[in-house]
């Protein structure tokens, strides 16, 4: 018996309204909302549907009948194919009104609080270049798009370094310049595909599970450092060897060069030995005048100059005083500890990786700040009203904890410990309205600051302090 068919509807001239959460737009047909990717407010479009619900659809166009007035050119060659930088299209103060606004509903209408005046969105200083960290894969077939696919012309299929293709595992974009990352970052990229081409080293299948070269993760640092990784399938010391040399020589800039032997299914290096083949197995960040130290595997924000103006706010809205204890849950490698402690008695951090708080730990150490102490669990474990009682009541809280939010046993012992004031900064303001409803009762919102980290996709990081009623 054949499987039967579910057509779903195309609709045709529909004009795009609002922008909506996770980068989608919205319109309506008959009072039903459809969410439309890769669209703006003012196209008009045929969509076809993708998934039809009671109350909503969901679909992407395909065909354009008008091109909102807002749109205006994206500046890279990649945009449309590789799903870095969505919103390329959207000018950059359409971008942070959205932002902001969005903020404002999920706070008001998820968290049903009364919201005191938001402070304006801040603005990224960089809308390019900006991020300290890119990973790019190596791909034995290069994604072909559409019209390459339909072309008459003879299309060849060469490997590619660079992103995945949004959903598909297994399909990578071939990357010529990408604006997210400072030179050295394409320069190295391109000249490692030209080495790998001119020798003979094949990229990875990742279907068949063979090939040589995996991935290639670079960092830059506003120090001036830049870390190089090159991850290999298998060990073959002479290709691996011709490469690594051939990368240290044209790049002197490269400080810390290092390599990993993955054998594994998956590209995650967590659990893999990192080599260092020539300078140091770090870089580190600064900011102030404080240095953070930072190894293959650690965690740091990917704009930093932005990074600094978040840390900035929430030490702001904190307002820490000289006889406070702190506690910075969801710490990861401390980063905002550090910044504070200067201000605060003690800061007490917890994290869930162990090696970031190592990480964490390093970092207090080489910056002689002795009133700090990290440790490593699940919050909903680690913080009880044991460890409170052990380390001292908070006077105060930051808490940054994941795009899940924070867990509802996590809430109630914040709200049993009962500190003075707790600044909230979150990558989700859904579920940090979903966290503030649940404190409402006992802490009034007072200050919000919504800081874009990421221009041209469609995240956003938001502060607000909450003082005790
Ligand atoms: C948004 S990051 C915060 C990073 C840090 N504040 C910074 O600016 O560098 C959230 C952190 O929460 C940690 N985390 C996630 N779930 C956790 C849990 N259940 N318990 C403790 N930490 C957790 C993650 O490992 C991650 O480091």
């Given at each position: 018996?054949?499987?039967?068919?579910?057509?779903?509807?195309?609709?045709?001239?529909?004009?795009?309204?609002?922008?909506?959460?996770?980068?989608?737009?919205?319109a309506?047909?008959?009072?039903?909302v459809?969410?439309v990717?890769?669209?703006?407010?003012?196209d008009?479009v045929?969509?076809?549907?993708?998934?039809?619900?009671k109350?909503?659809?969901?679909?992407?166009?395909?065909?354009?009948?008008?091109?909102?007035?807002?749109?205006?050119?994206?500046?890279c060659?990649?945009?449309?194919?590789?799903g870095?930088?969505?919103w390329?299209?959207?000018p950059?103060?359409?971008?942070?009104?959205?932002k902001?606004?969005?903020?404002?509903?999920?706070?008001?209408?998820?968290g049903?609080?009364?919201?005191p005046?938001a402070?304006?969105i801040l603005?990224?200083?960089?809308?390019?270049?900006?991020?300290?960290?890119?990973e790019f894969?190596?791909?034995?077939?290069?994604?072909?798009?559409?019209?390459?696919?339909?072309?008459?012309?003879?299309?060849?299929?060469?490997?590619?370094?660079?992103f995945?293709?949004p959903?598909?595992?297994?399909?990578v974009v071939d990357i010529?310049?990408?604006?997210?990352?400072?030179?050295?970052?394409?320069?190295?990229?391109?000249?490692?595909?030209e080495?790998?081409?001119?020798?003979?080293?094949?990229?990875?299948?990742?279907?068949?599970?063979?090939?040589?070269?995996?991935?290639?993760i670079?960092?830059?640092s506003?120090?001036?450092d830049?870390?190089?990784?090159?991850?290999f399938?298998?060990?073959?010391?002479?290709?691996r060897e011709?490469?690594?040399?051939?990368?240290?020589e044209?790049?002197?800039?490269?400080?810390?060069?290092l390599?990993?032997?993955?054998e594994?299914?998956?590209?995650?290096?967590?659990?893999?030995?990192?080599?260092?083949?020539?300078?140091?197995?770090h870089?580190f960040e600064?900011?102030e005048?404080?240095?953070?130290?930072?190894?293959?595997?650690s965690?740091?924000?990917?704009?930093?100059?932005?990074?600094?103006?978040?840390?900035?706010?929430?030490?702001?809205?904190?307002?820490?005083?000289k006889?406070?204890?702190?506690?910075?849950?969801?710490t990861?490698?401390?980063?905002?500890?550090?910044?504070?402690?200067?201000?605060?008695?003690?800061?007490?951090?917890?994290?869930?990786?162990?090696?970031?708080i190592?990480d964490?730990?390093l970092n207090?150490?080489?910056?002689g700040?002795?009133n700090?102490?990290?440790?490593?669990?699940?919050?909903?474990?680690?913080?009880?009203?044991?460890?409170?009682?052990e380390?001292g009541?908070?006077?105060?809280?930051?808490?940054?904890p994941p795009?899940?939010g924070m867990?509802?046993?996590?809430?109630?012992t914040?709200?049993?410990?009962?500190?003075?004031?707790?600044?909230?900064?979150?990558?989700?303001?859904?579920?940090?309205?979903?966290?503030?409803?649940?404190m409402?009762?006992?802490?009034?919102?007072?200050k919000?600051q919504?800081v874009?980290?990421?221009?041209?996709?469609?995240?956003?990081?938001?502060i607000v302090?909450?003082?005790?009623?």
């Amino acid at each position: 018996m054949g499987r039967k068919r579910n057509r779903k509807p195309l609709l045709e001239n529909i004009e795009i309204v609002k922008l909506a959460a996770e980068g989608k737009a919205i319109a309506k047909v008959d009072d039903k909302v459809v969410f439309v990717t890769n669209v703006i407010p003012g196209d008009v479009v045929d969509v076809q549907v993708t998934k039809k619900r009671k109350s909503y659809m969901e679909g992407h166009p395909v065909v354009f009948h008008k091109y909102s007035d807002l749109r205006v050119d994206a500046f890279c060659e990649h945009f449309g194919i590789c799903g870095g930088c969505k919103w390329q299209n959207l000018p950059y103060e359409e971008q942070l009104n959205f932002k902001q606004q969005e903020v404002l509903d999920n706070l008001s209408r998820i968290g049903k609080i009364d919201l005191p005046e938001a402070n304006p969105i801040l603005p990224s200083a960089k809308t390019e270049f900006y991020r300290n960290k890119l990973e790019f894969t190596f791909s034995n077939k290069r994604y072909l798009t559409f019209d390459e696919i339909n072309s008459t012309e003879e299309i060849e299929r060469t490997p590619a370094l660079g992103f995945h293709v949004p959903r598909l595992f297994d399909k990578v974009v071939d990357i010529n310049k990408c604006h997210l990352q400072a030179e050295p970052s394409n320069a190295i990229r391109l000249a490692i595909k030209e080495y790998a081409f001119a020798n003979d080293l094949s990229f990875f299948d990742i279907r068949a599970q063979e090939g040589f070269l995996r991935t290639l993760i670079i960092r830059t640092s506003t120090t001036g450092d830049v870390m190089a990784i090159v991850v290999f399938y298998h060990e073959d010391v002479e290709k691996r060897e011709g490469l690594m040399a051939h990368i240290a020589e044209k790049f002197p800039e490269i400080t810390s060069l290092l390599y990993i032997i993955n054998e594994k299914a998956n590209d995650t290096i967590t659990d893999q030995d990192v080599i260092l083949y020539k300078g140091e197995d770090h870089i580190f960040e600064q900011m102030e005048d404080l240095k953070f130290k930072i190894g293959p595997k650690s965690f740091y924000q990917t704009n930093s100059e932005q990074a600094y103006e978040l840390y900035s706010k929430t030490r702001e809205f904190a307002n820490i005083q000289k006889d406070e204890v702190v506690y910075d849950l969801y710490t990861g490698t401390g980063t905002i500890a550090n910044f504070v402690a200067r201000q605060a008695k003690k800061v007490i951090g917890i994290e869930y990786v162990p090696e970031a708080i190592e990480d964490a730990k390093l970092n207090s150490e080489i910056n002689g700040i002795d009133n700090t102490a990290f440790f490593a669990g699940d919050m909903k474990n680690v913080l009880n009203a044991e460890f409170i009682a052990e380390h001292g009541h908070p006077d105060m809280m930051i808490v940054d904890p994941p795009r899940a939010g924070m867990h509802a046993d996590v809430v109630e012992t914040i709200l049993q410990a009962a500190p003075n004031r707790i600044v909230y900064v979150s990558c989700n303001s859904a579920t940090q309205a979903r966290d503030l409803e649940m404190m409402d009762h006992a802490y009034k919102v007072t200050k919000i600051q919504a800081v874009d980290m990421f221009p041209h996709t469609h995240h956003v990081e938001n502060i607000v302090l909450m003082e005790k009623r």
